[in-house]
């Protein structure tokens, strides 16, 4: 049969189906409908914008802003697709600076809903009036020429009940337009926001100087209260914002808000590099939860690789990864810790408030960090302070605790804080002045975050030295187990572990790193086997390294229930203060519980007294 007698199978599909089908990416809900609008709104340059809802968005939305608004004579062209007055070439994408430029948002939603605009800008002597019903519009009609624009969105998915179908309940849908709001606020701090629903006001953020303000009226300060500040600067890359104090993580992830370039957006580069940041800060099953504001050249930012424009892409991810990962660790450091023991004005850093993270930190070496005879005494401090200074000259060989000599002090605080022993509580809890506050320290947990933060030195420099047991200890294994201990060998001698076959399922640990003292060898092969099988899993050697290492340090650290002496309880706690006073165990929990002048004062009424 003659090719021109068969009927055509491939059509062009009328517009009103084009049009919904491009809803359907872009007004997924009626949330969806209040960004896009709100996005309109801030992009027209309106300082105040109210948005008004009604049934969760399915009645009503309404947006009303005083930007600029829209000329007569655009009013219908903005509501054809492709339509938009952000870009002029393709050029334009290299370097969009607006928050919406495709031209999509207002022709979907019209051919959804009924839509009614009123607008005017600071010339017009009148307004102007547009009403659109699926997408079809009437005349223009005059209207109170008020500065700006009123978009009223109704009847949502009118002609798709399909997808009105699978709508959830109005408190749910409206969670969302809330949330909507609070990210428009978060990421505009000069321009005020309100939120009402059924006439009733929800949300009111007047406009602020920071964003540091913006966040307390969002999150109050139950939040921003247990948050420490994060600021970091590359060439042509800038992040700032807040994260929580690894302490106060909790298991939930709210909120876990990224900004591009004022744009909330989701990004797996960032959420990883976040994740490296925290480390062994974060205690097991805990979340990070933070609010973050990356700067970005727009000439290196992508913003065109999604329909609602919820996630970009970075043209380059690794110093990205690197200034995100550096500078968290940065505010977690023991530099942000001066102001805890009044070593520096609270809320000021000694350090520059501009990191600028351009290559990994520098290890600290750990030549000479075990001299001989560490292992069974201490090194004296001669800058020993306070009333218990003389008691703490002479400890006995016979000790066995050991807190090992840092050579490196490049991590060390700037100015050492005194420190006054006051004893222990139920062999486990040391009791202290440290610097200004009355500190209450897990002699367990505190150990080990040492023990910790000088194995990951000495793995950044390579230089993690053995010291062999007196007797290796054969442990049993399966034979499973067996095989993935044998495989991994090389990589624990380079974390200082040396462990060899013994038998045919069986090994033998006879060495560990210097410094862990008389371990559980056991228990410490045990916890290696449960770190090791994750290792798959970990594309990051840091990832893989880290839980390695913690194990060690746990099961080299002191344990509760162990008496100590005043001198072992000073040196204890001035390690842990070299260390960075950092607040959770490689684990994640707590290390030590902090009394300062201001709370002990409350504590016992002596605020006002004269």
Not at 87 to 98: A, E, H, I, K
Not at 130 to 143: M, N, S
Not at 403 to 422: M, R, S, Y
Request: charged share 20%; net charge neutral; with cysteine.
């Amino acid at each position: 049969m003659p090719a021109a007698s068969c009927s055509a199978k491939i059509h062009v599909l009328p517009d009103d189906v084009v049009s919904r089908i491009a809803a359907g990416e872009v007004v997924e809900r009626p949330a969806a409908v209040v960004k896009e609008l709100l996005e309109n709104s801030l992009d027209a340059g309106g300082l105040h914008i109210t948005v008004d809802v009604k049934d969760g968005g399915l009645t009503l939305i309404r947006v009303t802003d005083d930007g600029e608004g829209i000329s007569r004579t655009d009013l219908p062209t903005a509501f054809q697709r492709h339509a938009t007055s952000k870009l002029r070439s393709d050029r334009d994408l290299t370097s969009v600076l607006t928050m919406g430029f495709r031209g999509e948002a207002l022709p979907s939603i019209a051919s959804v809903s009924h839509v009614l605009v009123t607008t005017a800008t600071r010339q017009d002597q009148v307004g102007a009036q547009l009403t659109l019903v699926g997408g079809a519009g009437g005349a223009i009609a005059d209207a109170a020429a008020v500065p700006g624009t009123k978009i009223e969105v109704s009847n949502l998915f009118f002609n798709q009940p399909a997808r009105k179908k699978f709508l959830k309940t109005t408190t749910t849908e409206f969670s969302h337009i809330s949330h909507v709001v609070q990210l428009a606020g978060l990421a505009w701090p000069s321009v005020h926001f309100r939120l009402t629903h059924n006439g009733q006001e929800i949300l009111n953020y007047p406009a602020v100087s920071s964003d540091r303000a913006r966040i307390l009226q969002v999150y109050r300060p139950a939040f921003l209260d247990r948050t420490v500040e994060v600021r970091g600067r590359v060439d042509g890359l800038s992040i700032r914002g807040v994260m929580v104090d690894p302490v106060h993580a909790r298991s939930s992830k709210m909120p876990q808000e990224l900004f591009v370039n004022r744009r909330p957006v989701r990004n797996a580069t960032v959420f990883h590099a976040v994740m490296e940041g925290y480390g062994s800060f974060l205690p097991k099953g805990s979340h990070p939860t933070f609010v973050l504001f990356l700067e970005s050249d727009p000439d290196r930012l992508d913003v065109n690789v999604h329909p609602t424009k919820k996630e970009v892409r970075f043209a380059e991810t690794e110093a990205l990864h690197q200034l995100v990962r550096q500078s968290i660790r940065h505010s977690l450091g023991g530099a942000e810790r001066q102001a805890m023991v009044g070593l520096a004005p609270a809320g000021k850093s000694q350090l520059s408030p501009e990191l600028i993270p351009t290559m990994e930190l520098q290890p600290v070496s750990l030549r000479n960090s075990y001299p001989a005879g560490s292992i069974s005494g201490f090194r004296q401090d001669s800058q020993s302070n306070g009333p218990n200074a003389a008691s703490l000259s002479g400890i006995g060989e016979g000790s066995q605790l050991a807190f090992p000599q840092e050579a490196g002090a490049a991590h060390q605080l700037a100015g050492k804080p005194d420190i006054v022993p006051f004893g222990q509580i139920l062999r486990t809890y040391l009791v202290a002045q440290v610097g200004e506050e009355l500190q209450v320290i897990d002699q367990h947990t505190a150990h080990e975050r040492v023990l910790f933060q000088r194995l990951w030195r000495g793995w950044q420099s390579r230089a993690i030295p053995s010291q062999p047991l007196l007797i290796p200890e054969p442990i049993e294994l399966s034979v499973a187990q067996s095989a993935l201990l044998l495989k991994r060998l090389d990589d624990l001698e380079k974390l200082g572990l040396l462990i060899e076959p013994f038998g045919a399922t069986a090994v033998a640990v006879r060495g560990v790193p210097v410094g862990l003292g008389k371990v559980d060898a056991a228990g410490l092969v045990q916890d290696l086997l449960d770190d090791l099988t994750e290792w798959d899993s970990v594309s990051s050697m840091e990832m893989k390294v880290q839980p390695v290492l913690a194990s060690l340090a746990c099961h080299g650290a002191v344990r509760a229930g162990r008496a100590l002496a005043l001198a072992e309880i000073q040196q204890l706690i001035q390690d842990w203060v070299e260390e960075g006073l950092i607040m959770t165990c490689p684990h994640g929990r707590r290390t030590a519980f902090r009394l300062s002048t201001d709370e002990l004062a409350k504590l016992f009424g002596r605020v006002g007294w004269t």
